[in-house]
């Protein structure tokens, strides 16, 4: 079964701390792996995207790993902002299909206090 | 910032009602879904679209309808609302980049639709 399990489920940090989420997936055949910012009752909004050749990414003070043999990926953010609380979803495509399925994590709740 | 519009933003509304959720995107994208995410769970797609005239379900069931008659509008309906159905609606839209099975594609989500059915 495909799945994407993400970890912790929820985080506290202090502003100016940096912090690191976990997703673990089963999803096979892999196509790409993302991360989606989203804000409370808001849509996601894409971060990063990796393919099975990119091991890391960075998008300003969002960097994501992946290894793909593992199956695992990372999502590092340095130097917290206020703003940066949001719930983080790692979602996983395959390509077993012409839609390219998203199977998609519940995410992690991250709340950073001044 | 994506170019894709969600109406109402939020909605309360009595059973048996029936109700459309508007979602229209200006980038020309062919690939439009439809996504029901509660609290603290992840997405489920309920609905998508290849195009115009095109729509198919999801993996998770649902009792809403969608239609495809123009590019840019993928609206949902629900015929007979009900406590249910009470949830956030996302649409979404997408483009296509690469070729062949390693193609990747960029997904882009509107705000979202709360809905409440009491």
């Known amino acids: 079964k495909n799945q994407v399990e993400q970890s912790p489920q929820s985080l506290i940090i202090l502003e100016g701390k940096n912090c690191t989420l976990q997703c673990n997936y089963t999803v096979s055949p892999f196509s790409n792996l993302r991360w989606y910012k989203q804000d409370t009752g808001r849509g996601p909004v894409s971060l990063t995207i990796?393919?099975?050749?990119?091991n890391t990414k960075s998008n300003g003070r969002y960097t994501a790993t992946l290894d793909a043999d593992t199956k695992q990926s990372s999502l590092h953010i340095t130097a917290s902002q206020l703003s940066d609380s949001a719930s983080y979803i790692c979602v996983v495509s395959d390509r077993g299909s012409t839609l390219g399925r998203l199977y998609f994590g519940r995410g992690t709740q991250l709340t950073v206090w001044p | 910032e994506a170019d894709i519009y969600q109406t109402p933003r939020y909605l309360v509304i009595g059973t048996g009602k029936k109700i459309t959720l508007e979602c229209s995107q200006t980038?020309?994208?062919?690939?439009m879904y439809w996504y029901q995410q509660d609290p603290g769970m992840e997405l489920h797609l309920i609905h998508y679209s290849y195009g115009v005239n095109s729509t198919e379900k999801g993996d998770l069931s649902s009792e809403s309808t969608v239609s495809r008659i123009r590019t840019e509008h993928f609206p949902l309906t629900l015929e007979s609302a009900r406590p249910s159905h009470t949830s956030q609606y996302l649409c979404a839209s997408s483009d296509s980049q690469g070729q062949g099975e390693f193609s990747s594609y960029e997904q882009y989500f509107g705000p979202g639709t709360r809905l409440t059915v009491t």
């Open positions: 990796m393919t099975f050749s990119e």
């Open positions: 980038m020309g994208h062919d690939k």
